[in-house]
């Protein structure tokens, strides 16, 4: 089973800060990394499939980078209803695994 | 537009076998490349991937839990049911049933992400 491992597991930011979160894979999974936003009592939202390709709807400042074992999602310019956890997923090899997520919050 | 929901028992006791139903539009689950996953979250922690079944009724599980877990489809209804045996209290999560494709990129079928999750079901274990 694939292990995906996420730093930080909290961060406090302040707006319009640049916020990088990362997550390792505990083997080589390719592009197959998938990055979501979950909000406070709602359910996640894609944001980010293969690694880097954007979403239909997602922001723009909202980007992802990285392949092989090493991956990061970036949010430039942090906005308020930014606050929120993140996971990185991947969908390289069953089972499919998920981070332990970031929680991102707004100072 | 896609939609999907889950429903079922809010309260289920230990030993008792969870059934959750999701039920989706918007898409065929006889459509080639169609998937659909359950997913489940305590409260709190961090998101686990429990089962997926595809257009062609192949079905996986997860390695800790697939000795307890059945995913099926009725393709009629647009349902997908999950049955959970032998619940135990740190079963207590929201449970999520998601769409995933499988698409043919880059030179191979790979998996897609979950792209669109249902609104969650909260299941709590106790006597």
């Known amino acids: 089973e694939i292990v995906l491992t996420q730093s930080p597991d909290f961060q406090s930011v302040t707006p319009k800060e640049k916020v990088t979160i990362t997550c390792r894979a505990s083997?080589?999974?390719?592009?197959?990394l998938h990055w979501y936003q979950q909000k406070p009592d709602q359910s996640p939202k894609l944001l980010i499939k293969?690694?880097?390709q954007s979403i239909s709807g997602v922001p723009s400042r909202f980007s992802g980078s990285g392949s092989g074992t090493d991956f990061t999602l970036t949010i430039n310019s942090l906005e308020a209803e930014d606050a929120a956890a993140y996971y990185c997923?991947?969908?390289?090899?069953?089972?499919?695994?998920f981070g332990q997520g970031t929680k991102v919050e707004i100072k | 537009q896609v939609t999907l929901r889950e429903s079922g028992p809010a309260l289920v006791k230990p030993t008792q076998t969870l059934t959750l139903t999701c039920t989706f539009s918007?898409?065929?689950?006889?459509?080639?490349?169609?998937?659909v996953s359950w997913i489940r979250q305590p409260p709190g922690k961090a998101l686990e991937w429990l089962a997926l079944?595809?257009?062609?009724?192949?079905?996986y599980y997860s390695t800790s839990l697939k000795t307890r877990l059945t995913i099926s489809k009725d393709t009629s209804k647009n349902q997908v049911v999950l049955t959970m045996t032998n619940m135990d209290p740190v079963d207590t999560a929201t449970y999520y049933c998601?769409?995933?494709?499988?698409?043919?990129?880059?030179?191979?079928?790979?998996?897609?992400?979950?792209?669109?999750w249902g609104q969650g079901t909260m299941v709590t274990v106790s006597s």
């Open positions: 918007g898409f065929s689950l006889s459509t080639s490349g169609m998937c």
């Open positions: 079944i595809d257009w062609d009724d192949d079905k």
């Open positions: 998601a769409r995933m494709g499988y698409d043919y990129i880059w030179g191979s079928y790979r998996y897609d992400a979950f792209d669109i």
């Open positions: 083997q080589s999974i390719g592009s197959s």
């Open positions: 997923h991947q969908s390289s090899s069953l089972p499919w695994t």
């Open positions: 293969y690694a880097s």
